[in-house]
């Protein structure tokens, strides 16, 4: 199977999009295939033995679209294949501003001698003295109106001719009705001029122009909801300092190689990912990962293409270059993400695909039904133009995907990649967070966490514990050397020996010749040392699950280092939020129970299951799932890929393996648990705002079809005219989108409640 997006011209509403899945998911081999109203995009994934890209855009040519490959495999194409028959362009600001001028002069002289008395116009268009003249004035303002529109007429009678009728098709017919049967009434003034009072050419001029501003707005109000992946790609710098045999050149960022050097001047952008090779720095990282306070950078440090270098000159070599790059991915991630459609979407999908024949029919119906009923075939054009109007399905297409690139955007501006709209959609129904310990909770490194000293100070009992540790490469004594360096301590001693006893510690010997051991007990022990002094302090330190550390000099034991991976500073504050927003928080680990019992308790989880083999942690997440929770999954290691992939939703600490982060359905890109929180809170948000989108968007055609169609009509003398059918229509998809773009200005950090999860939680008597 392989992976490719196209884009797609000519669409107008949900139905557009509707057909194109529907004919592209009905040819042989096709696997899935998705389109976006929004980005105007389908994404499709095929078996290349059974159909090709030939076949799939002679396919989308076939029902009056066009169509462009833009990428394979995710990989953008540098020649992209297109469709021969260009859609008729989208008109301009001006033509549109031109045709609302026209529009409102063609109301003014159509409307205004009707409704006030007496209502100034020139004598040559007089509907009373000249009723041809007056009839052709109008004729021939709406035909400068229907030129200006003729993408509607152009795109809907084709995609009529097409059998996959859209929202244009609408209005083509609705307008063409209008216009047709005015013409017809402009003939007939001759011999009747009562007919003049039968004229709707103002009714075909402004639900077009209206029409033609609804769309203008609305493109406009989407280019907003794309803002983040144009910000993103805006990051990377066009050109960079290559350093090469001591001489500096400025070259385009899209020609280095991996093993370059490139120098980044404070102020200046990094072009591609690389290690500083000389210099320090600090560096804002914030378009990027969301943390707000730059990070210092030496020698050896990862940096990140499209940062910004605070300070300091950095000699950066290159690493990533390309697709491969960490903005490239962020980029690829988001874009694939709006590309997705949420669970939710599949609604609106299937109403769309039947909705436009639906609506024609009801107008017909409607138009008919009147006819019987005795009224003119007036009354009856006016019933059926303001149905096909007023039906158009944009509100629909949009409530969905509008939301879901807004959010995904809201959530890469603050460090947080949402792969797809259905994970966006499952997380919001989490009520149990799986954590993992070791690099999520804690900080994945040991640290020392006590010490103590038999005779003498701390501080001199710790110098000494580093001196020796100093010339050992394990974690452990790497801890013990960074905890003096931290403190500034150092001793007067010299190591003139040195020895590692494999699993028990190390043996040093002194420049004055006494003995130096750090290790376990049975390093000790063996050594003769007694031990018996420090066993309170080792059995309290051991019941935590932290490791000890044991130094004799001489043979008599000197002190005893408590040693443990700690905990996070964020991580208790996120683990109560997640609590207050009704889920249940579960700690699970490959550590023993003590540890993570330890760890537990200063955290405050609900739950731990430790001991826990890399294998298992999958069989742990099925096990919730079996008893009916939707479980989210925390982790950054390569040992929770497995319950990255089986949780309802796996979400993975960005700065973990590329493994887990390729497995994962969300990647943080700080290591910081309250960006689990804000996770969570983006999809509530989102998916709340999807829920009001769709209520508008069913509501206002619900609502308005029976008002256009006459059902107030017989009761309270209410008709719904052509022209407020159109104004609503385009309110109804503002609306939409200027919903969406409102969850641009919410709070990630304010907790969100879910009921049902808080219900739930109490219930079961938390903790578990």
């Avoid at 394979?72 to 260009?86: H, I, M, N």
């Avoid at 905990?567 to 993570?596: F, R």
């Amino acid at each position: 199977m392989i992976h490719e997006v196209y884009s797609i011209g000519g669409m107008s509403c949900a139905s557009c999009a509707a057909s194109v899945e529907r004919v592209t998911r009905a040819m042989p081999g096709v696997e899935e295939s998705s389109v976006n109203l929004t980005t105007e995009k389908l994404s499709i994934t095929y078996d290349p033995e059974q159909v090709n890209a030939a076949d799939i855009i002679a396919k989308v040519t076939g029902v009056g679209f066009t169509v462009e490959l833009i990428s394979k495999e995710g990989e953008k194409v540098e020649r992209a294949e297109t469709s021969a028959a260009p859609v008729a362009d989208e008109p301009s600001r001006l033509e549109i501003i031109i045709a609302l001028i026209i529009s409102a002069g063609l109301l003014y002289v159509s409307m205004g001698p009707m409704l006030i008395a007496g209502t100034p116009l020139p004598a040559i268009i007089d509907m009373n003295t000249h009723p041809v003249n007056y009839a052709m004035f109008q004729m021939l303002s709406a035909v400068l109106v229907m030129f200006i529109g003729r993408r509607h007429f152009i795109g809907g009678f084709k995609s009529l001719y097409h059998r996959v009728p859209n929202m244009d098709a609408l209005v083509a017919i609705s307008c063409m009705s209008s216009f047709l049967y005015s013409l017809v009434m402009t003939f007939l003034i001759t011999d009747m001029p009562e007919h003049v009072h039968h004229l709707y050419f103002e009714s075909a001029a402004v639900v077009l122009a209206f029409v033609m501003l609804g769309r203008h707005l609305e493109s406009g109000s989407k280019e907003k909801t794309k803002g983040a992946i144009q910000k993103l790609m805006e990051l990377a710098p066009d050109t960079a300092i290559l350093v090469r045999n001591g001489e500096l050149a400025e070259v385009p960022s899209d020609t280095l190689v991996v093993g370059d050097t490139v120098l980044v001047r404070p102020g200046a952008k990094f072009p591609v990912d690389g290690t500083v090779k000389e210099g320090t720095g600090s560096v804002d990282e914030s378009m990027l990962t969301g943390e707000s306070i730059p990070v210092d950078k030496e020698v050896g440090s990862p940096v990140i293409g499209g940062s910004i270098n605070g300070s300091g000159a950095l000699y950066v070599e290159v690493t990533r270059i390309g697709e491969d790059t960490t903005l490239a991915k962020i980029i690829r991630f988001v874009e694939d993400a709006q590309e997705k459609k949420a669970p939710i979407a599949k609604i609106a999908d299937r109403i769309a695909g039947v909705f436009v024949p639906v609506v024609i029919a009801i107008a017909i119906a409607a138009a008919l039904l009147w006819l019987l009923m005795g009224k003119e075939a007036s009354f009856a054009l006016r019933i059926f133009t303001a149905v096909l109007v007023i039906a158009c399905p944009c509100a629909l297409g949009l409530a969905t995907p509008t939301a879901i690139i807004v959010g995904t955007g809201l959530g890469a501006g603050n460090g947080i990649l949402i792969r797809s709209g259905e994970a966006l959609e499952v997380m919001q129904g989490a009520d149990v967070v799986v954590l993992d310990k070791t690099g999520t909770v804690t900080e994945g490194k040991p640290r020392v966490t006590e010490v103590l000293a038999v005779d003498g100070a701390e501080d001199d009992f710790l110098a000494l514990a580093a001196l020796a540790e100093n010339l050992s490469d394990h974690p452990l004594a790497k801890a013990i050397v960074e905890e003096a360096e931290s403190r500034e301590l150092s001793s007067s001693m010299d190591i003139t020996g040195f020895e590692n006893v494999a699993g028990k510690g190390i043996r040093a010997k002194l420049s004055y010749g006494g003995e130096l051991l750090a290790g376990n007990a049975a390093l000790l022990e063996g050594a003769g040392v007694d031990i018996g002094g420090a066993e309170s302090f080792v059995d309290r330190v051991t019941s935590l699950g932290q490791s000890v550390v044991y130094v004799a000099l001489a043979g008599e034991l000197a002190g005893v280092i408590g040693v443990a991976d700690t905990v996070k500073p964020t991580s208790k504050k996120a683990i109560a939020a997640l609590h207050d927003m009704g889920l249940t928080t579960v700690l699970l680990t490959g550590d023993n129970k003590a540890a993570a019992a330890a760890i537990g308790r200063e955290v405050g989880v609900d739950r731990v299951l430790a001991e826990v083999l890399p294998e298992e942690k999958a069989y742990a997440v099925q096990e919730l799932q079996d008893q009916g929770h939707t479980v989210l999954m925390v982790g950054d290691g390569i040992n929770d890929a497995p319950a990255l992939v089986q949780a309802d939703v796996g979400c993975a600490i960005g700065s973990g393996s590329d493994i887990a982060i390729e497995s994962a359905d969300v990647v943080l890109m700080k290591s910081d648990l309250n960006d689990v929180v804000r996770a969570v809170n983006l999809s509530r948000l989102t998916l709340t705002n999807i829920r009001q989108n769709l209520f508008w968007a069913f509501f206002y055609n619900t609502v308005g079809i029976p008002i256009a169609a006459g059902v107030l009509y017989p009761f309270y003398q209410i008709l719904l005219s052509p022209m407020l059918a159109g104004f609503a229509m385009a309110a109804s998809s503002i609306f939409v989108v200027t919903n969406a773009l409102r969850l641009r200005t919410k709070d990630l950090n304010r907790p969100t409640r879910r009921p049902k999860a808080a219900k739930r939680r109490e219930k079961e008597g938390v903790p578990a």
